[in-house]
Protein backbone atom coordinates (compact mmCIF):
# COMPACT_ATOMS: atom_id res chain seq x y z
CA UNK A 1 0.00 0.00 0.00
CA UNK A 2 1.39 3.20 -0.96
CA UNK A 3 2.04 5.98 1.60
CA UNK A 4 0.10 9.24 1.07
CA UNK A 5 1.48 12.66 0.40
CA UNK A 6 -0.19 15.37 0.67
CA UNK A 7 -0.44 18.55 -1.12
CA UNK A 8 -0.86 16.96 -4.29
CA UNK A 9 0.95 20.45 -5.75
CA UNK A 10 2.19 23.49 -4.23
CA UNK A 11 3.09 26.97 -6.11
CA UNK A 12 5.74 29.62 -4.95
CA UNK A 13 7.52 32.31 -5.03
CA UNK A 14 11.59 32.31 -4.86
CA UNK A 15 12.00 32.44 -1.52
CA UNK A 16 8.89 31.36 0.19
CA UNK A 17 8.87 27.76 2.61
CA UNK A 18 7.04 24.73 2.24
CA UNK A 19 6.30 21.33 3.49
CA UNK A 20 5.17 18.48 2.47
CA UNK A 21 3.99 15.69 4.11
CA UNK A 22 3.93 11.59 4.14
CA UNK A 23 1.80 9.28 6.04
CA UNK A 24 1.62 5.50 5.93
CA UNK A 25 -1.17 2.88 7.59
CA UNK A 26 1.60 0.83 8.05
CA UNK A 27 4.45 0.48 10.86
CA UNK A 28 7.84 2.18 9.20
CA UNK A 29 10.88 1.38 9.54
CA UNK A 30 12.44 4.31 7.36
CA UNK A 31 11.27 6.90 5.02
CA UNK A 32 13.33 7.85 2.13
CA UNK A 33 12.62 11.65 0.45
CA UNK A 34 13.35 11.64 -3.24
CA UNK A 35 12.83 14.58 -6.07
CA UNK A 36 12.41 13.90 -10.04
CA UNK A 37 12.66 16.55 -12.39
CA UNK A 38 10.44 15.95 -15.74
CA UNK A 39 11.63 13.37 -17.73
CA UNK A 40 14.49 12.55 -15.45
CA UNK A 41 15.29 9.80 -12.74
CA UNK A 42 14.56 10.33 -9.35
CA UNK A 43 17.24 11.95 -7.10
CA UNK A 44 17.82 11.05 -3.46
CA UNK A 45 17.09 13.59 -1.45
CA UNK A 46 17.39 12.03 2.46
CA UNK A 47 16.52 9.39 4.70
CA UNK A 48 15.54 9.08 8.02
CA UNK A 49 15.47 5.94 9.98
CA UNK A 50 13.17 5.22 12.82
CA UNK A 51 13.74 6.94 16.24
CA UNK A 52 12.24 10.17 15.42
CA UNK A 53 15.16 11.73 13.88
CA UNK A 54 15.40 14.81 12.39
CA UNK A 55 18.20 15.25 9.13
CA UNK A 56 19.13 18.02 6.50
CA UNK A 57 21.47 19.64 3.79
CA UNK A 58 21.53 23.42 2.73
CA UNK A 59 17.82 24.22 3.04
CA UNK A 60 15.74 21.05 2.88
CA UNK A 61 15.43 19.62 5.87
CA UNK A 62 13.12 16.50 7.07
CA UNK A 63 11.58 14.92 10.27
CA UNK A 64 10.00 11.50 10.73
CA UNK A 65 7.51 10.53 13.78
CA UNK A 66 7.45 6.58 13.64
CA UNK A 67 4.97 6.50 16.36
CA UNK A 68 2.65 8.96 13.87
CA UNK A 69 3.69 6.71 11.15
CA UNK A 70 4.22 10.12 9.43
CA UNK A 71 7.16 12.02 7.77
CA UNK A 72 7.70 16.01 6.76
CA UNK A 73 9.91 17.60 4.26
CA UNK A 74 10.38 21.10 4.84
CA UNK A 75 12.07 23.35 2.29
CA UNK A 76 12.80 26.85 3.29
CA UNK A 77 13.74 29.77 1.27
CA UNK A 78 12.88 28.22 -1.77
CA UNK A 79 15.20 28.45 -5.13
CA UNK A 80 14.05 27.93 -8.71
CA UNK A 81 15.90 24.51 -8.59
CA UNK A 82 13.73 23.32 -5.92
CA UNK A 83 11.27 22.77 -8.85
CA UNK A 84 10.08 19.43 -9.59
CA UNK A 85 8.14 16.03 -8.04
CA UNK A 86 8.55 14.87 -4.50
CA UNK A 87 8.49 11.18 -3.58
CA UNK A 88 7.94 10.20 -0.14
CA UNK A 89 8.97 6.31 0.04
CA UNK A 90 8.21 3.90 2.97
CA UNK A 91 10.12 0.60 4.31
CA UNK A 92 8.51 -1.41 6.80
CA UNK A 93 10.29 -3.33 9.60
CA UNK A 94 12.97 -6.12 9.40
CA UNK A 95 11.02 -9.53 10.18
CA UNK A 96 7.71 -7.80 8.79
CA UNK A 97 5.90 -8.78 5.71
CA UNK A 98 6.87 -5.56 4.12
CA UNK A 99 10.51 -5.43 4.98
CA UNK A 100 12.69 -4.59 2.01
CA UNK A 101 9.44 -3.39 -0.02
CA UNK A 102 10.22 0.33 -0.97
CA UNK A 103 6.77 1.78 -1.72
CA UNK A 104 6.24 5.18 -2.78
CA UNK A 105 3.69 8.04 -2.66
CA UNK A 106 1.78 9.48 -5.29
CA UNK A 107 3.98 12.56 -5.47
CA UNK A 108 3.75 16.45 -4.88
CA UNK A 109 4.35 18.57 -7.85
CA UNK A 110 6.38 21.62 -6.42
CA UNK A 111 6.45 25.17 -8.90
CA UNK A 112 8.59 27.64 -8.23
CA UNK A 113 8.52 31.10 -9.90
CA UNK A 114 11.02 33.60 -9.81
CA UNK B 1 31.87 4.70 -13.38
CA UNK B 2 29.13 2.55 -11.37
CA UNK B 3 25.51 3.15 -11.98
CA UNK B 4 22.24 1.37 -13.17
CA UNK B 5 21.02 0.95 -16.95
CA UNK B 6 17.97 0.51 -18.05
CA UNK B 7 17.66 -0.01 -21.89
CA UNK B 8 16.29 1.01 -24.48
CA UNK B 9 15.01 4.53 -23.57
CA UNK B 10 11.96 4.03 -26.16
CA UNK B 11 10.23 1.02 -26.85
CA UNK B 12 7.40 0.21 -29.09
CA UNK B 13 5.51 -2.71 -29.47
CA UNK B 14 1.89 -4.40 -30.98
CA UNK B 15 -0.06 -5.36 -28.22
CA UNK B 16 -0.57 -9.11 -27.48
CA UNK B 17 3.18 -9.16 -27.76
CA UNK B 18 5.42 -9.27 -24.50
CA UNK B 19 8.29 -7.69 -24.17
CA UNK B 20 11.43 -7.78 -21.76
CA UNK B 21 12.94 -4.27 -20.49
CA UNK B 22 16.56 -4.36 -19.31
CA UNK B 23 17.86 -3.24 -15.92
CA UNK B 24 21.71 -3.87 -15.22
CA UNK B 25 24.29 -2.36 -12.15
CA UNK B 26 27.30 -2.80 -11.21
CA UNK B 27 27.36 -1.03 -7.75
CA UNK B 28 27.23 -4.74 -6.25
CA UNK B 29 24.14 -3.80 -4.47
CA UNK B 30 21.85 -6.92 -2.99
CA UNK B 31 18.70 -5.18 -3.96
CA UNK B 32 16.66 -4.20 -6.89
CA UNK B 33 13.18 -2.86 -7.56
CA UNK B 34 10.75 -2.12 -10.52
CA UNK B 35 8.34 0.67 -10.44
CA UNK B 36 5.52 2.15 -12.72
CA UNK B 37 5.33 5.90 -13.26
CA UNK B 38 1.79 6.49 -14.59
CA UNK B 39 0.49 10.91 -14.78
CA UNK B 40 -0.60 11.86 -11.37
CA UNK B 41 0.14 7.84 -9.48
CA UNK B 42 3.35 8.24 -8.43
CA UNK B 43 6.05 5.46 -8.72
CA UNK B 44 4.00 1.94 -7.88
CA UNK B 45 6.10 -1.19 -6.86
CA UNK B 46 6.05 -4.18 -9.67
CA UNK B 47 8.51 -6.07 -8.01
CA UNK B 48 11.28 -6.36 -5.99
CA UNK B 49 14.43 -8.73 -5.17
CA UNK B 50 16.21 -8.71 -2.06
CA UNK B 51 19.01 -11.38 -3.46
CA UNK B 52 20.23 -13.50 -6.22
CA UNK B 53 17.35 -16.39 -7.18
CA UNK B 54 14.64 -14.55 -5.20
CA UNK B 55 12.21 -11.80 -6.07
CA UNK B 56 8.78 -10.95 -4.62
CA UNK B 57 5.34 -9.71 -6.30
CA UNK B 58 5.02 -5.30 -5.55
CA UNK B 59 1.38 -3.91 -5.20
CA UNK B 60 0.82 -4.23 -9.32
CA UNK B 61 2.33 -7.39 -10.22
CA UNK B 62 -0.25 -8.46 -12.63
CA UNK B 63 0.96 -8.91 -15.84
CA UNK B 64 4.48 -8.56 -15.15
CA UNK B 65 7.15 -11.04 -14.44
CA UNK B 66 11.06 -10.97 -13.47
CA UNK B 67 13.95 -13.18 -13.17
CA UNK B 68 17.23 -12.53 -10.79
CA UNK B 69 19.57 -14.99 -12.05
CA UNK B 70 22.84 -12.48 -11.74
CA UNK B 71 23.05 -10.17 -8.70
CA UNK B 72 23.59 -6.98 -11.25
CA UNK B 73 20.81 -7.99 -13.48
CA UNK B 74 17.11 -7.66 -12.95
CA UNK B 75 14.93 -7.55 -16.44
CA UNK B 76 11.65 -7.03 -16.27
CA UNK B 77 9.26 -8.70 -18.52
CA UNK B 78 5.53 -7.11 -19.79
CA UNK B 79 3.84 -9.69 -20.84
CA UNK B 80 0.57 -9.95 -23.01
CA UNK B 81 -1.66 -10.33 -19.95
CA UNK B 82 -1.04 -6.69 -18.84
CA UNK B 83 -4.01 -4.85 -19.80
CA UNK B 84 -2.44 -0.94 -20.36
CA UNK B 85 0.72 -1.88 -20.51
CA UNK B 86 2.02 1.68 -22.13
CA UNK B 87 4.06 3.43 -19.51
CA UNK B 88 7.29 4.88 -18.09
CA UNK B 89 9.05 2.07 -16.01
CA UNK B 90 11.68 2.48 -13.89
CA UNK B 91 14.32 0.15 -12.14
CA UNK B 92 16.43 1.22 -9.01
CA UNK B 93 18.81 -0.65 -6.65
CA UNK B 94 20.37 -0.12 -3.58
CA UNK B 95 22.80 -1.74 -1.14
CA UNK B 96 20.48 -3.80 1.00
CA UNK B 97 16.53 -3.17 2.21
CA UNK B 98 14.88 -0.09 2.75
CA UNK B 99 17.37 1.88 5.06
CA UNK B 100 20.11 2.84 2.00
CA UNK B 101 19.61 5.16 -0.44
CA UNK B 102 17.67 3.64 -3.94
CA UNK B 103 19.84 4.57 -7.09
CA UNK B 104 17.10 4.95 -10.51
CA UNK B 105 18.18 3.96 -14.01
CA UNK B 106 16.83 6.40 -16.36
CA UNK B 107 14.04 4.51 -17.24
CA UNK B 108 12.27 2.77 -20.56
CA UNK B 109 9.47 4.12 -21.77
CA UNK B 110 7.01 1.68 -22.90
CA UNK B 111 4.52 2.36 -26.11
CA UNK B 112 2.05 -0.27 -27.13
CA UNK B 113 -0.03 0.27 -30.11
Known amino acids: QQPVQSPQAVILREGEDAVINCSSS?????VHWYRQKHGEAPVFLMI?????EQKGHDKISASFNEKKQQSSLYLTASQLSYSGTYFCGTAGNAGGTSYGKLTFGQGTILTVHP | DGGITQSPKYLFRKEGQNVTLSCEQN?????MYWYRQDPGQGLRLIYYSQIVNDFQKGDIAEGYSVSREKKESFPLTVTSAQKNPTAFYLC????????????FGQGTRLTVV
Open chain 2, 27 to 31: LNHDA
Open chain 1, 26 to 30: KALYS
Open chain 1, 48 to 52: LLKGG
Open chain 2, 92 to 103: ASSIRDGDTEAF
